[in-house]
């Protein structure tokens, strides 16, 4: 059974880095062919893709949002994660890492094999 779970800080405070890790059980990181993404729902709004991680090691970001995330992982421990700097109230949201083997950026329907349950990130002073 694969599963995902996301940790981190619950609160940010404005302009600070939002760090998030996901824990993957289940199936490695590495197995080919899989993207192991970011994806994120500010309330009242539809999901957002951020990022993923390759099975390879590359990273791909969206575009919109590149300048301030950095993606990484520890194969060592099935994780990878999130760092989005520079944090604003806008970027509250749940947050959620799901894998799958579609191509980010042709996946506008967030079709993924895997998802985490998400967390909730709240960006306040």
């Known amino acids: 059974q694969v599963q995902l779970r996301e940790s981190g800080p619950g609160l940010v405070t404005p302009s600070q880095t939002l760090s998030l890790t996901c824990s993957v059980s289940?199936?490695?990181?590495?197995?080919?062919?899989?993207?192991w993404n970011w994806i994120r729902q500010p309330p009242g709004k539809e999901l957002e893709w951020m990022g993923a991680?390759?099975?390879?090691?590359?990273?791909y970001y969206s575009p919109s949002l590149r300048s301030r995330t950095s993606l990484s992982w520890d194969t060592s421990k099935n994780q990878f994660f999130l760092q989005l700097g520079s944090a604003t109230p806008e970027d509250t949201a749940v947050y959620f890492c799901?894998?799958?083997?579609?191509?980010?950026?042709?996946?506008?329907?967030?079709?993924?094999?895997?998802w985490g349950q998400g967390t909730q990130v709240t960006v306040s002073s």
């Open positions: 799901a894998g799958g083997t579609s191509f980010p950026y042709t996946n506008s329907g967030h079709e993924y094999d895997y």
């Open positions: 289940g199936l490695s990181i590495t197995t080919n062919n899989y993207f």
């Open positions: 991680m390759h099975f390879s090691g590359a990273s």
